[in-house]
């Protein structure tokens, strides 16, 4: 739940669906996992945290931006950067895996090195068990809205993007493999580079796939699988 449409939108917080529907999966023994930028998942961690006795459960925050003031401009009406970690910390706190995505990262934007570490830095400290960096995705009717975005704030920005993006929805596969090669170092230097993206907590209290659940360390991902479109990461989930 989650790579579709956020299941703990703003609304969440008057209908309160998501509590029966963690009951119902648990329930049911299907495991399921929940990638959200909503807050309001904080609520429902008891629930969370019984489903996970139940069934493999995965647990991802995104966070895009560390940014609060370009956070604000290109997010209207999400949560902080800073609430978002504190989300991470509360999930950590309760026992529970929480991985990152750490996406959309934008191209001349949020790329450099010194943010991406800033932002991994935040993210370890706030407790996350894994990672996964991906760069912007434009698919129909997002890139329109985003290129009004970015001539209205960064017009200088304008042609490049529309280089990177000639191909479609996908960045540029040159601009994916230089992400993924400036993100490989930073991953070790915060402790980041033995997992990625959505780890499930089992019945047995074992992150899903990890050493004491398979007998072996599990290997570091390749460095371009971070930087690898959407579709290539719901394996993750």
């Not at 009951?23 to 309001?40: D, I």
């Not at 209205?152 to 996908?170: Q, S, T």
């Amino acid at each position: 739940m989650g790579t579709n449409t956020d299941p703990y939108q703003r609304a969440e917080g008057r209908y309160r669906l998501m509590p029966e529907i963690i009951r119902v999966l648990a329930g049911s023994g299907t495991p399921f996992s929940v990638l959200t930028k909503g807050t309001v998942l904080g609520r429902d961690l008891p629930d969370l945290a019984a489903a996970a006795r139940e069934v493999p459960v995965g647990l991802g925050v995104s966070l895009a931006l560390a940014d609060r003031e370009l956070q604000a401009r290109l997010e209207p009406g999400t949560p902080s950067p800073k609430a978002r970690l504190d989300l991470v910390r509360r999930i950590a706190d309760a026992g529970l895996d929480c991985g990152v995505m750490v996406a959309p990262v934008l191209p001349l934007l949020t790329d450099s090195a010194e943010a991406l570490d800033a932002v991994l830095a935040r993210v370890r400290a706030a407790g996350a068990s894994g990672v996964s960096v991906l760069a912007l995705h434009l698919r129909p009717g997002t890139k329109e809205w985003f290129m009004g975005w970015l001539a209205r704030e960064y017009p200088a920005l304008v042609p490049a993007y529309e280089r990177l993006y000639r191909r479609g929805a996908y960045v540029d596969p040159d601009y994916r493999r230089a992400l993924a090669e400036r993100v490989g170092p930073l991953l070790p230097r915060r402790g980041l580079d033995r997992s990625s993206g959505v780890r499930r907590t089992g019945g047995d209290g074992f992150p899903h796939g990890s050493a004491e659940e398979t007998g072996r360390a599990r290997a570091a991902p390749p460095a371009e699988q971070l930087a690898a479109p959407v579709a290539e990461q719901l394996t993750l989930l």
